[in-house]
C-alpha cells in the first residue's frame, strides 16, 4: 500500500501529465488546422497567377512567339518563393521556361484529369500546380507553376516555438498550483482512506476524520463519512448487546435443560427401580399362589392370577420401552461406518432363530453402507424388521425386502413387506408414541416402537415416512 505522501506525489504528477496532454492535443490540433489553411491559400494564391500568365500567353502561343511568353514567365520572379515555371504547347513539347536557379530542374508535371481546368500536387519539400490554357473553348496549352514550401515550414516552426512556450509556462503554472491542490484536495482524500484503513484493520469505529474547515465538498464528504461511522459505532454497539443477551438466554436455556435431563434421568430411575419392584413383588406372589395354593383355587381363580401375571408383563414391557425411549434421546451419537446389509442379515437370521416354523423369504440388498451410531440404527433396524415380521405373521408365505431406492431427488433406504399393510389414511399415526393402527389381540405390541425408530433417525439428520395398503403391505423408508 503507498504511503500517504506518494498518493499525493502521484496525483500531483497527474495533474502535470493530464495538462501537458490538454496543451498538447489543443496545440497539435490548431497547427494541424493552419497547416492546411495555408496550403490551401498556396494553392488558391498559385492557381491565380497560373490564370494570369496563361491570359497573358495566349497570343504567344497563338503566334508561336516563345520569346514573348518567356518575358511573360519572368514577371513570377517578383515571388520568391516561386522555383520554377513553364508553358507546354497543345502537343505537350515544352515553349517557354523560367527558373529561378539555373541548377533547378523541370519537375514532372501532374496529370490533369479529363474534364478538369487545374490540378495540383504536394510532396515534402514542393507544390506543383498545372493549369490548361483555353482560347476560345479550346486548349492552347499548358502553364505549371513550382514553389517551394519554405513559407510554411517557417510558419510551423514558429508555432511549434510557440507552443513549447505555451507549455512550458502551463506546467511551470501547474507546478505552482499542485502544492495547494495536494493541500486543499489531495490530502483531505488521502486523510479519509488512511481513516477508512485503520477501521477495516482494527473495526474500531469510534475514530473521526478531521473536518477541513471549508464550506466545500470534501469538508461535506467528510462529515458524511463520520456520521456514517457514527451509525455504524451505534449498529456495533447494538450488535453486541444483542449478542450478550442472547449468549446470556442461551446460558439460561441451557441451564434449564439440564436441570430438565436430571429430571429425566431422575423419572428414568425412579421407573426403573421404584415402579419394578411392586411388578415383581405382582408377578411372584400371583405365581406363588398358582404353585402353592393350586389345589385350593377353583379354574376362575387360577385364570384371574394368570390375567394378572400377563397384565405385571405388559407392564413391564411397556416401563422398558418408555425408558428406551428416553435413552434415544439423550444418549450421545458415536459416528461409525456401518454395514447395513449386514446388520440386516444378522436381524433377520435373529428372527429365523426364534420363530423357525415360519415360512419368511428375505431379499437384502448388499454393499448397502452408511455413517451413524451401531447401536442406534441397529434399534432401529431392529424395529423396523421386527415389525414387517410380526405383520407378516397372518401369511403362510411372506417376503421381507431391504434395499436402497430414489424418490425426488433423494436415495432413501427403505424395509418393505407383503404382511397387513395400514390404511393411508391413518399415516400419520404410524410415529406418535402409544399409537397403534391395530389391535393388541390382532397383533402385540405398545405402540412406542415406531416412535423410538423415528427419534433414531431425526437424530442423524434424516427422514422417515412410510406407504402402504391393507392387507397389501407396507414399505418404511428412511434416510441417514
Keep these: 500500500m503507498f504511503s500517504d505522501y506518494s498518493i499525493s506525489k502521484k496525483l500531483t504528477w497527474m495533474n502535470i501529465l493530464v495538462s501537458g496532454a490538454a496543451l498538447l492535443l489543443a496545440c497539435g490540433a490548431f497547427i494541424a488546422y493552419d497547416v492546411f489553411s495555408i496550403r490551401d491559400g498556396m494553392t488558391y494564391n498559385l492557381s491565380m497567377q497560373a490564370q494570369i500568365v496563361g491570359f497573358n500567353s495566349t497570343s504567344a502561343l497563338l503566334f508561336n512567339d516563345p520569346h514573348s511568353a518567356e518575358n511573360t514567365l519572368s514577371a513570377l520572379k517578383a515571388w520568391p518563393n516561386i522555383v520554377s515555371a513553364g508553358i507546354y504547347a497543345p502537343d505537350g513539347r515544352p515553349f517557354a521556361t523560367y527558373r529561378r536557379d539555373r541548377d533547378s530542374q523541370v519537375p514532372a508535371l501532374p496529370t490533369i484529369p479529363p474534364g478538369e481546368l487545374e490540378t495540383h500536387r504536394f510532396n515534402t519539400s514542393e ?93 461535506v464528504l467528510s462529515d458524511d463519512f463520520n456520521g456514517m461511522l457514527s451509525q455504524i459505532q451505534e449498529s456495533d454497539a447494538a450488535l453486541q448487546q444483542a449478542h450478550d443477551e442472547l449468549e446470556q438466554r442461551v446460558e439460561k436455556r441451557t441451564n434449564e435443560l439440564a436441570t430438565i435431563n436430571k429430571e429425566l434421568e ?110 442406534l440404527v441397529r434399534a432401529a433396524m431392529k424395529n423396523l424388521l421386527g ?37 393411508p389414511r391413518y399415516a400419520d399415526r404410524l410415529f406418535g408414541a402409544f399409537q397403534r393402527l391395530h389391535t393388541a389381540t390382532q397383533f402385540p405390541g405398545t405402540g412406542v416402537g415406531l416412535a423410538t425408530v423415528q427419534r433414531i433417525i431425526h437424530r442423524h439428520g434424516g427422514e422417515i415416512w412410510a406407504e402402504g395398503a391393507v392387507e397389501k403391505g407396507a414399505t418404511f423408508y428412511f434416510t441417514l
Excluded at 426403573?272 to 395354593?293: M, N, T, V, W
Excluded at 461406518?337 to 429365523?352: H, K, P
Excluded at 431391504?402 to 413387506?417: A, E, H, L, T
Design 127 to 219: 507544390v506543383v500546380l498545372a493549369r490548361r490554357i483555353v482560347f476560345q473553348d479550346k486548349p492552347t496549352g499548358v502553364v505549371y507553376i513550382q514553389s517551394d514550401l519554405q513559407g510554411l515550414k517557417i510558419r510551423v516552426a514558429q508555432y511549434l516555438g510557440v507552443a513549447a512556450a505555451v507549455l512550458v509556462t502551463s506546467l511551470l503554472a501547474v507546478l505552482l498550483i499542485s502544492p495547494v491542490f495536494r493541500r486543499t484536495v489531495a490530502e483531505p482524500i488521502v486523510h479519509l482512506a488512511g481513516i477508512a484503513r485503520i477501521v477495516s484493520r482494527t473495526k474500531d469505529y469510534s475514530v473521526r476524520a478531521t473536518p477541513t474547515g471549508n464550506r466545500d465538498e470534501l469538508s
Design 266 to 375: 431422575s423419572f428414568s430411575y425412579s421407573v426403573s427401580h421404584d415402579l419394578r419392584a411392586p411388578l415383581r413383588s405382582i408377578d411372584g406372589f400371583s405365581q406363588a399362589l398358582l404353585e402353592d395354593c393350586a389345589d385350593k383355587l377353583d379354574p376362575a381363580g387360577k385364570d384371574h392370577l394368570h390375567r394378572v401375571r400377563l397384565a405385571a408383563h405388559s407392564m413391564s414391557v411397556l416401563i422398558d420401552e418408555m425408558l428406551n425411549l428416553s435413552r434415544v434421546a439423550r444418549s450421545a451419537i458415536r459416528r461409525e461406518n456401518l454395514d447395513l446389509s449386514a446388520m440386516a442379515q444378522s436381524i433377520a437370521e435373529e428372527l429365523r432363530a426364534a420363530e423357525p416354523g415360519r415360512q419368511v423369504e428375505f431379499a437384502i440388498e448388499k454393499g448397502l453402507t452408511a455413517t451413524g451410531d451401531l447401536e
Design 387 to 423: 415389525n414387517s415380521w410380526k405383520y407378516t405373521s397372518g401369511h403362510v408365505n411372506a417376503r421381507i425386502e431391504f434395499g436402497k431406492s430414489q424418490q425426488n431427488g433423494k436415495c432413501p433406504f427403505f424395509v418393505r413387506d407383503d404382511g397387513a399393510g395400514f390404511d
